[in-house]
């Protein structure tokens, strides 16, 4: 993959559940760190298919329904 489609990559503003900016640096590198981590992965799945024939279009939509799909195991409780 070329360095130029990683820079590309926008880091969001990451929200606290009450939609207010996160301040915690730690917190913050934490994230980024994590999409950094699961973007890579991402693009192997994506290119793989390609390369196997499959529809580019399916495999992204694979993708989404894979993050749509995970559970967030911490609903209703506070997490701070």
């Known amino acids: 993959m070329p360095p130029s489609k990683v820079e590309k990559l926008e880091l ?8 207010k900016p996160l301040s915690c640096r730690e917190k913050i590198k934490v994230l980024n760190e994590n ?11 994506l290119e793989d298919g390609i390369l ?3 529809d580019e279009a399916q495999v992204r939509a694979t993708l ?17």
């Open 64 to 80: 989404h329904r894979l993050v749509d799909s995970l559970e967030n195991p911490y609903a209703g409780r506070k997490t701070d």
């Open 12 to 19: 969001p503003v990451w929200l606290s559940s009450q939609g």
């Open 35 to 45: 999409l950094l981590e699961i973007r890579p992965m991402c693009q192997d799945a």
């Open 52 to 54: 196997m024939d499959c």
